[in-house]
């Protein structure tokens, strides 16, 4: 059984994780981004950003060695970890035997669609965008506290105009609100990363900032448009649906009725208008084909 004393400090968290990565055999995987945490601060932020009463069901992606599903199965009902790589599934097994309200589940998160009160995860920075839109479309969640690569970290709350807004803002504002809870610097993780994190506390919308026609729809036009981020959106608009087969004459209405916006750049104009502008051509589209 695992002392948690021992894994209140640095020294125990880097003993504790150095000392099973050597027992187990496992060497980080760079393919999955394993970075394994040994920063008490960062522990505890994960642990209280979560807002945890003790009756929830808290799903913990990517859960390693078991540093955090440990102080994780003292403060909540049940601990579901989900680890994709099977040795780590084999430690977990081993260090994790005498918590009964863990389920370990060797698992890709990314084929599950998870319905749970809170999500915690370290994020592998290779499926950062891809975890992230997966749990805000196909998951259940009240709380999620996601630990990202700073850099990604910065486009989810990134203001238009800016540098850092791209697709993914869009898609996180949409669905989520977003606050920032800490930056930890690279020696926060075994091995170190390259960069500084983030950890983020993101909860889903009871509905969204503003209306849409069709969701799929408008992400498909945002995904277009930010490939030509900075363009003026008269012309990014017409390339744009000559790749979605938008036809002529839906275009010219279009533009006609997105005058206020034609000047300005795709990376300047808010969330609220690419939804306008996707629901222009969604109604024009149906317009003309019925």
Do not use: W
Not at 31 to 49: E, M
Not at 138 to 167: M, N
């Amino acid at each position: 059984m695992v002392d948690k004393k021992v894994l209140l400090t640095r020294e125990g968290l880097v003993k504790f994780t150095l000392t099973t990565l050597k027992k187990y055999g496992i060497r980080p995987r760079k393919k999955l981004g394993q970075h394994f945490l040994v920063d008490p601060k960062l522990l505890n932020v994960i642990v209280n950003g979560l807002e945890l009463r003790g009756n929830e069901v808290v799903a913990e992606i990517g859960s390693g060695i078991g540093t955090l599903t440990l102080f994780l199965a003292q403060r909540c009902k049940k601990v579901i970890a989900i680890e994709i790589d099977r040795k780590l599934v084999n430690v977990l097994q081993d260090v994790l035997k005498d918590h009964d309200n863990v389920e370990i589940i060797h698992a890709d998160v990314l084929s599950l669609k998870l319905n749970v009160d809170r999500i915690a995860s370290n994020v592998p920075f290779n499926i950062s965008s891809q975890l992230l839109e997966h749990i805000l479309k196909k998951c259940k969640f009240k709380i999620a506290v996601l630990t990202f690569q700073l850099e990604f970290a910065k486009r989810l709350y990134a203001k238009p105009g800016t540098r850092d807004y791209s697709r993914i803002t869009i898609l996180a504002t949409y669905y989520s609100t977003i606050r920032k809870l800490y930056t930890a610097p690279p020696s926060s993780f075994i091995p170190e990363p390259k960069v500084f994190t983030q950890t983020l506390k993101i909860m889903p919308r009871e509905r969204p900032p503003f209306e849409v026609r069709d969701e799929d729809f408008l992400f498909n036009v945002v995904r277009e448009l930010f490939t030509l981020r900075n363009k003026m959106l008269r012309k990014a608009l017409r390339i744009t649906c000559r790749n979605m087969r938008v036809g002529y004459e839906v275009l010219d209405k279009a533009l006609r009725e997105l005058s206020t916006l034609l000047d300005m750049r795709v990376y300047e104009l808010r969330p609220i208008d690419f939804a306008y502008i996707a629901n222009v051509l969604f109604d024009l589209m149906k317009e003309s084909s019925s």
